[in-house]
Protein backbone atom coordinates (compact mmCIF):
# COMPACT_ATOMS: atom_id res chain seq x y z
CA UNK A 1 0.00 0.00 0.00
CA UNK A 2 3.14 2.49 -0.09
CA UNK A 3 3.13 2.89 3.88
CA UNK A 4 6.31 2.87 5.75
CA UNK A 5 5.37 0.87 8.72
CA UNK A 6 6.71 -0.05 12.63
CA UNK A 7 5.43 -3.26 14.04
CA UNK A 8 5.39 -2.71 18.09
CA UNK A 9 5.14 -6.16 20.09
CA UNK A 10 5.56 -7.01 23.66
CA UNK A 11 7.38 -10.28 22.55
CA UNK A 12 10.82 -10.86 21.56
CA UNK A 13 11.79 -10.78 18.12
CA UNK A 14 13.78 -13.54 17.05
CA UNK A 15 15.28 -11.07 14.01
CA UNK A 16 17.16 -8.20 15.02
CA UNK A 17 15.82 -4.88 14.14
CA UNK A 18 12.21 -6.25 12.97
CA UNK A 19 9.95 -4.17 15.16
CA UNK A 20 10.02 -2.20 17.84
CA UNK A 21 9.50 -4.05 21.66
CA UNK A 22 7.62 -2.12 24.36
CA UNK A 23 5.52 -3.72 27.44
CA UNK A 24 1.85 -3.45 26.80
CA UNK A 25 1.01 -3.37 31.02
CA UNK A 26 0.10 -0.17 30.88
CA UNK A 27 -1.46 1.32 27.48
CA UNK A 28 -0.85 4.87 28.41
CA UNK A 29 2.75 4.48 28.92
CA UNK A 30 3.59 1.91 25.76
CA UNK A 31 1.81 4.74 23.49
CA UNK A 32 3.94 7.74 25.47
CA UNK A 33 7.04 5.47 24.52
CA UNK A 34 6.13 4.46 20.85
CA UNK A 35 5.69 8.07 19.75
CA UNK A 36 8.91 8.94 21.61
CA UNK A 37 10.18 6.71 19.26
CA UNK A 38 8.40 7.35 15.93
CA UNK A 39 6.92 10.65 16.51
CA UNK A 40 3.54 11.56 14.27
CA UNK A 41 2.16 8.00 12.20
CA UNK A 42 -0.69 8.39 10.26
CA UNK A 43 -2.24 5.72 11.43
CA UNK A 44 -2.52 2.75 14.22
CA UNK A 45 -3.90 -0.82 14.39
CA UNK A 46 -3.70 -3.29 17.03
CA UNK A 47 -3.77 -6.71 16.08
CA UNK A 48 -4.86 -9.03 18.90
CA UNK A 49 -5.32 -9.13 22.77
CA UNK A 50 -3.86 -6.08 24.80
CA UNK A 51 -2.12 -4.71 21.27
CA UNK A 52 -5.69 -3.53 20.63
CA UNK A 53 -5.40 -1.20 24.35
CA UNK A 54 -2.42 0.16 23.30
CA UNK A 55 -2.89 1.02 19.49
CA UNK A 56 -5.69 2.93 20.85
CA UNK A 57 -3.58 4.79 23.50
CA UNK A 58 -1.73 5.64 21.16
CA UNK A 59 -4.13 6.79 18.51
CA UNK A 60 -6.07 8.87 21.31
CA UNK A 61 -2.55 10.56 21.67
CA UNK A 62 -2.18 11.53 17.80
CA UNK A 63 -6.25 12.54 17.85
CA UNK A 64 -6.99 10.09 16.00
CA UNK A 65 -10.30 8.31 15.94
CA UNK A 66 -10.77 5.38 18.26
CA UNK A 67 -12.18 2.99 20.80
CA UNK A 68 -12.46 4.62 24.32
CA UNK A 69 -10.29 2.97 27.11
CA UNK A 70 -13.38 2.10 28.88
CA UNK A 71 -15.23 0.44 26.45
CA UNK A 72 -11.42 -2.00 25.76
CA UNK A 73 -12.25 -3.14 29.10
CA UNK A 74 -15.64 -4.09 28.32
CA UNK A 75 -14.55 -5.58 25.19
CA UNK A 76 -12.02 -7.43 26.44
CA UNK A 77 -14.08 -9.11 29.13
CA UNK A 78 -17.22 -11.14 28.25
CA UNK A 79 -19.10 -10.86 31.77
CA UNK A 80 -18.78 -6.84 30.93
CA UNK A 81 -20.19 -7.58 27.49
CA UNK A 82 -22.92 -9.46 29.10
CA UNK A 83 -23.75 -6.73 31.79
CA UNK A 84 -23.52 -4.08 28.54
CA UNK A 85 -25.88 -6.14 26.49
CA UNK A 86 -28.41 -6.63 29.46
CA UNK A 87 -28.09 -2.69 29.56
CA UNK A 88 -29.53 -2.14 26.65
CA UNK A 89 -31.70 -4.88 26.21
CA UNK A 90 -29.70 -6.90 23.46
CA UNK A 91 -31.48 -10.53 22.86
CA UNK A 92 -28.79 -13.03 24.83
CA UNK A 93 -28.87 -15.73 27.11
CA UNK A 94 -29.50 -15.73 30.80
CA UNK A 95 -26.14 -15.05 32.93
CA UNK A 96 -24.53 -15.05 35.85
CA UNK A 97 -20.59 -14.66 37.08
CA UNK A 98 -18.39 -17.06 39.08
CA UNK A 99 -16.57 -14.98 41.25
CA UNK A 100 -14.57 -17.06 44.27
CA UNK A 101 -15.10 -20.97 45.20
CA UNK A 102 -18.77 -21.13 45.35
CA UNK A 103 -20.74 -22.12 42.68
CA UNK A 104 -23.76 -19.91 42.19
CA UNK A 105 -27.36 -21.22 43.00
CA UNK A 106 -28.01 -21.67 38.94
CA UNK A 107 -30.68 -23.69 37.95
CA UNK A 108 -31.10 -23.66 34.04
CA UNK A 109 -29.58 -26.34 32.09
CA UNK A 110 -28.21 -27.06 30.11
CA UNK A 111 -25.27 -24.40 30.78
CA UNK A 112 -22.36 -23.12 29.59
CA UNK A 113 -19.01 -22.37 31.74
CA UNK A 114 -16.44 -20.31 30.26
CA UNK A 115 -13.62 -17.85 30.96
CA UNK A 116 -13.96 -14.25 30.88
CA UNK A 117 -10.94 -13.53 28.30
CA UNK A 118 -10.21 -16.99 26.14
CA UNK A 119 -10.58 -17.31 22.57
CA UNK A 120 -10.56 -20.47 20.39
CA UNK A 121 -13.23 -22.09 22.71
CA UNK A 122 -10.96 -22.46 25.17
CA UNK A 123 -11.94 -23.38 28.58
CA UNK A 124 -15.55 -23.62 27.03
CA UNK A 125 -18.01 -25.98 28.72
CA UNK A 126 -21.31 -27.44 28.28
CA UNK A 127 -23.07 -28.68 31.91
CA UNK A 128 -26.20 -30.45 32.20
CA UNK A 129 -26.55 -30.38 36.11
CA UNK A 130 -25.45 -28.53 39.14
CA UNK A 131 -22.96 -31.67 39.86
CA UNK A 132 -21.57 -31.22 36.49
CA UNK A 133 -21.23 -27.31 36.78
CA UNK A 134 -19.55 -27.77 40.15
CA UNK A 135 -17.02 -30.12 37.57
CA UNK A 136 -17.04 -27.88 35.00
CA UNK A 137 -15.95 -25.10 37.14
CA UNK A 138 -13.06 -26.78 38.64
CA UNK A 139 -12.25 -28.00 34.97
CA UNK A 140 -11.87 -24.59 33.74
CA UNK A 141 -10.03 -23.27 36.70
CA UNK A 142 -7.80 -26.05 36.57
CA UNK A 143 -6.95 -24.01 33.16
CA UNK A 144 -7.22 -20.50 33.52
CA UNK A 145 -6.07 -20.07 37.12
CA UNK A 146 -7.63 -21.34 40.38
CA UNK A 147 -9.15 -18.07 40.98
CA UNK A 148 -10.26 -16.91 38.20
CA UNK A 149 -13.85 -15.58 37.99
CA UNK A 150 -15.44 -17.50 35.37
CA UNK A 151 -18.76 -17.06 33.38
CA UNK A 152 -22.02 -19.25 33.61
CA UNK A 153 -24.80 -18.95 30.84
CA UNK A 154 -27.58 -20.83 29.64
CA UNK A 155 -27.06 -22.94 26.45
CA UNK A 156 -29.41 -21.53 23.50
CA UNK A 157 -30.23 -23.53 20.42
CA UNK A 158 -29.99 -22.36 17.05
CA UNK A 159 -27.35 -22.08 14.31
CA UNK A 160 -24.01 -20.26 15.04
CA UNK A 161 -22.92 -17.69 13.20
CA UNK A 162 -20.18 -15.05 13.05
CA UNK A 163 -20.01 -11.62 12.05
CA UNK A 164 -17.35 -9.22 10.38
CA UNK A 165 -17.35 -6.01 10.10
CA UNK A 166 -15.79 -2.30 10.68
CA UNK A 167 -17.37 -0.40 12.65
CA UNK A 168 -16.25 3.99 11.42
CA UNK A 169 -17.72 6.45 13.58
CA UNK A 170 -20.26 4.34 15.18
CA UNK A 171 -21.62 2.90 12.41
CA UNK A 172 -21.15 -0.81 11.84
CA UNK A 173 -20.49 -2.20 7.86
CA UNK A 174 -20.83 -6.05 7.79
CA UNK A 175 -18.36 -7.13 5.56
CA UNK A 176 -19.56 -11.28 5.95
CA UNK A 177 -21.50 -13.23 7.53
CA UNK A 178 -20.19 -16.95 7.90
CA UNK A 179 -22.40 -19.72 8.99
CA UNK A 180 -21.31 -22.60 11.03
CA UNK A 181 -22.02 -25.98 9.54
CA UNK A 182 -20.33 -28.16 12.28
CA UNK A 183 -22.68 -26.94 15.46
CA UNK A 184 -21.55 -29.12 18.12
CA UNK A 185 -23.45 -29.45 21.51
CA UNK A 186 -20.99 -29.79 23.70
CA UNK A 187 -19.36 -30.78 25.93
CA UNK A 188 -16.75 -29.00 24.58
CA UNK A 189 -16.97 -26.37 21.67
CA UNK A 190 -14.30 -26.68 18.48
CA UNK A 191 -14.43 -24.62 15.44
CA UNK A 192 -14.16 -26.13 12.48
CA UNK A 193 -15.89 -24.82 8.95
CA UNK A 194 -17.19 -21.44 8.40
CA UNK A 195 -18.51 -20.95 5.45
CA UNK A 196 -19.96 -17.53 3.78
CA UNK A 197 -22.15 -16.36 2.48
CA UNK A 198 -24.46 -17.85 5.75
CA UNK A 199 -27.23 -19.70 4.68
CA UNK A 200 -29.59 -17.77 6.54
CA UNK A 201 -33.35 -16.62 5.41
CA UNK A 202 -33.39 -13.24 4.42
CA UNK A 203 -35.54 -12.15 7.23
CA UNK A 204 -32.99 -14.22 9.68
CA UNK A 205 -30.09 -12.39 8.05
CA UNK A 206 -31.35 -9.33 8.65
CA UNK A 207 -32.57 -10.01 12.28
CA UNK A 208 -28.80 -11.16 12.87
CA UNK A 209 -27.86 -7.69 11.85
CA UNK A 210 -29.99 -5.33 13.70
CA UNK A 211 -28.84 -8.16 16.35
CA UNK A 212 -24.81 -7.43 16.10
CA UNK A 213 -25.45 -4.03 15.42
CA UNK A 214 -27.60 -2.97 18.43
CA UNK A 215 -24.47 -5.31 20.57
CA UNK A 216 -21.75 -3.28 19.04
CA UNK A 217 -23.40 -0.47 20.21
CA UNK A 218 -24.51 -1.51 23.85
CA UNK A 219 -20.44 -2.12 24.21
CA UNK A 220 -19.86 1.09 22.72
CA UNK A 221 -17.61 0.28 19.71
CA UNK A 222 -17.03 3.14 17.64
CA UNK A 223 -13.66 2.60 15.30
CA UNK A 224 -12.04 -0.50 13.33
CA UNK A 225 -12.48 -3.99 13.05
CA UNK A 226 -14.87 -6.50 14.98
CA UNK A 227 -15.77 -10.00 15.11
CA UNK A 228 -19.36 -10.90 16.82
CA UNK A 229 -20.41 -14.12 17.39
CA UNK A 230 -24.44 -15.07 17.56
CA UNK A 231 -26.62 -17.81 17.60
CA UNK A 232 -29.93 -17.39 15.29
CA UNK A 233 -33.09 -19.41 16.05
CA UNK A 234 -36.26 -19.96 14.63
CA UNK A 235 -37.31 -16.22 15.72
CA UNK A 236 -34.58 -15.14 17.78
CA UNK A 237 -31.39 -13.87 17.89
CA UNK A 238 -28.33 -14.18 20.29
CA UNK A 239 -25.77 -12.42 21.17
CA UNK A 240 -22.99 -14.53 22.12
CA UNK A 241 -19.83 -12.30 22.33
CA UNK A 242 -17.35 -9.95 20.67
CA UNK A 243 -13.90 -9.26 20.07
CA UNK A 244 -12.27 -5.83 19.12
CA UNK A 245 -10.06 -7.29 16.03
CA UNK A 246 -10.34 -9.27 12.97
CA UNK A 247 -10.99 -12.70 12.89
CA UNK A 248 -8.66 -14.93 14.17
CA UNK A 249 -6.09 -17.50 13.27
CA UNK A 250 -5.05 -17.18 9.29
CA UNK A 251 -9.41 -17.03 8.72
CA UNK A 252 -9.56 -13.78 7.11
CA UNK A 253 -7.55 -15.25 3.99
CA UNK A 254 -11.26 -15.66 2.97
CA UNK A 255 -12.69 -12.36 3.38
CA UNK A 256 -12.37 -10.55 -0.12
CA UNK A 257 -14.17 -6.88 -0.46
CA UNK A 258 -13.74 -5.24 -3.89
CA UNK A 259 -10.78 -6.91 -4.26
CA UNK A 260 -8.98 -5.97 -0.94
CA UNK A 261 -8.16 -8.40 1.87
CA UNK A 262 -9.16 -7.80 5.29
CA UNK A 263 -5.76 -6.54 6.63
CA UNK A 264 -5.73 -3.59 3.64
CA UNK A 265 -9.60 -2.57 4.68
CA UNK A 266 -8.57 -2.13 8.30
CA UNK A 267 -5.33 -0.42 7.34
CA UNK A 268 -7.45 1.84 4.94
CA UNK A 269 -9.63 2.64 7.59
CA UNK A 270 -6.89 3.43 9.96
CA UNK A 271 -5.74 6.21 7.31
CA UNK A 272 -8.68 7.60 7.08
CA UNK A 273 -9.42 6.28 3.15
CA UNK A 274 -12.26 5.10 2.03
CA UNK A 275 -12.89 1.34 2.33
CA UNK A 276 -15.41 -0.62 0.05
CA UNK A 277 -18.30 -2.50 0.64
CA UNK A 278 -19.50 -6.15 -0.06
CA UNK A 279 -20.05 -6.76 -3.88
CA UNK A 280 -23.78 -9.08 -3.93
CA UNK A 281 -23.48 -11.91 -5.46
CA UNK A 282 -19.45 -12.59 -5.15
CA UNK A 283 -18.28 -15.78 -5.31
CA UNK A 284 -18.78 -17.95 -1.96
CA UNK A 285 -15.54 -18.60 0.99
CA UNK A 286 -14.82 -20.53 3.38
CA UNK A 287 -12.12 -22.05 5.98
CA UNK A 288 -11.46 -25.17 7.57
CA UNK A 289 -9.82 -25.26 11.58
CA UNK A 290 -8.37 -28.39 11.48
CA UNK A 291 -8.81 -29.38 15.22
CA UNK A 292 -6.79 -31.03 17.71
CA UNK A 293 -8.71 -33.91 18.91
CA UNK A 294 -6.49 -35.75 21.31
CA UNK A 295 -3.79 -34.31 23.75
CA UNK A 296 0.45 -35.45 22.81
CA UNK A 297 2.57 -35.01 20.25
CA UNK A 298 2.18 -34.39 16.91
CA UNK A 299 3.93 -36.67 15.02
CA UNK A 300 2.89 -36.06 11.22
CA UNK A 301 0.11 -34.61 9.18
CA UNK A 302 -0.11 -36.49 6.02
CA UNK A 303 -2.55 -36.15 2.79
CA UNK A 304 -2.15 -32.14 2.72
CA UNK A 305 -1.20 -32.33 -0.97
CA UNK A 306 -4.49 -34.24 -1.60
CA UNK A 307 -6.31 -31.78 -0.01
CA UNK A 308 -4.78 -28.74 -1.92
CA UNK A 309 -5.75 -31.16 -5.37
CA UNK A 310 -9.74 -30.94 -4.20
CA UNK A 311 -11.39 -28.41 -6.52
CA UNK A 312 -12.51 -25.54 -4.95
CA UNK A 313 -9.51 -25.66 -1.87
CA UNK A 314 -6.99 -22.58 -2.84
CA UNK A 315 -4.92 -23.28 -0.08
CA UNK A 316 -3.77 -25.55 3.06
CA UNK A 317 -1.44 -24.24 5.51
CA UNK A 318 -0.25 -26.72 8.41
CA UNK A 319 1.16 -24.43 11.36
CA UNK A 320 1.91 -26.57 14.08
CA UNK A 321 5.85 -28.68 13.25
CA UNK A 322 6.01 -32.36 13.67
CA UNK A 323 7.10 -32.70 17.51
CA UNK A 324 5.42 -30.07 18.92
CA UNK A 325 2.70 -30.33 21.85
CA UNK A 326 -0.81 -30.02 21.22
CA UNK A 327 -3.52 -29.96 23.59
CA UNK A 328 -7.52 -30.71 22.90
CA UNK A 329 -10.47 -28.42 23.72
CA UNK A 330 -11.02 -27.71 26.62
CA UNK A 331 -7.49 -26.91 28.00
CA UNK A 332 -6.36 -26.25 23.63
CA UNK A 333 -5.97 -22.86 22.16
CA UNK A 334 -4.85 -23.44 18.69
CA UNK A 335 -5.66 -25.07 15.14
CA UNK A 336 -3.27 -27.41 13.71
CA UNK A 337 -3.90 -25.50 10.24
CA UNK A 338 -6.68 -24.29 7.98
CA UNK A 339 -7.65 -25.45 4.76
CA UNK A 340 -9.32 -22.98 2.31
CA UNK A 341 -11.97 -23.07 -0.51
CA UNK A 342 -14.23 -20.94 -2.62
CA UNK A 343 -16.80 -21.57 -5.45
CA UNK A 344 -19.69 -20.25 -6.68
CA UNK A 345 -21.87 -21.31 -4.12
CA UNK A 346 -21.73 -21.93 0.04
CA UNK A 347 -22.77 -26.07 -0.55
CA UNK A 348 -19.94 -26.06 -2.73
CA UNK A 349 -17.27 -24.41 -0.44
CA UNK A 350 -18.52 -26.99 2.33
CA UNK A 351 -18.34 -29.56 0.28
CA UNK A 352 -14.50 -28.93 -1.04
CA UNK A 353 -13.51 -28.19 2.59
CA UNK A 354 -15.11 -31.28 3.83
CA UNK A 355 -13.27 -33.68 1.22
CA UNK A 356 -10.13 -31.85 1.80
CA UNK A 357 -10.49 -32.71 5.45
CA UNK A 358 -11.11 -36.07 4.57
CA UNK A 359 -7.51 -36.36 2.85
CA UNK A 360 -5.87 -35.25 6.01
CA UNK A 361 -4.99 -37.60 8.28
CA UNK A 362 -3.19 -36.36 11.60
CA UNK A 363 -0.60 -38.76 13.66
CA UNK A 364 -0.71 -37.42 17.28
CA UNK A 365 0.94 -39.63 20.07
CA UNK A 366 0.32 -39.59 23.83
CA UNK A 367 3.10 -38.45 25.87
Known sequence: MGCETLVASNAVSVIPGAFTRVSFDDPVVAAKRLLEQVGFVDGVVGTDGSAVAVAAETARLLGLSCNPAHVLVTAESKYLQRRAAEAAGVCQPAFALISDEAVPSWST???VV???DRSASQGVLRVDSRHELAEGVSAVR????RDAPLLVEAYVPGAEVAVEGLV?????????VFDKP???PGPTFPETLLVSPARLQPEALSRLIEATQGAVAAVGLVEGP?????KVGSEDVWFLELAARTIGGLCSRVLNCGGMSLEELVIRQALGLPTPTPTPGAAATGVLMLPVDETGRLEAVEGVEAA??????TGVVISVGAGERVSALPAGDRYLGFV????RTADQVEDALRAAWASIKIEITAS
Do not use: T
Open 114 to 116: KPL
Open 109 to 111: FPA
Open 340 to 343: FARA
Open 182 to 184: DNP
Open 168 to 176: RGGRLSVLA
Open 226 to 230: VHVEC
Open 308 to 313: RKVKGV
Open 142 to 145: AIVG
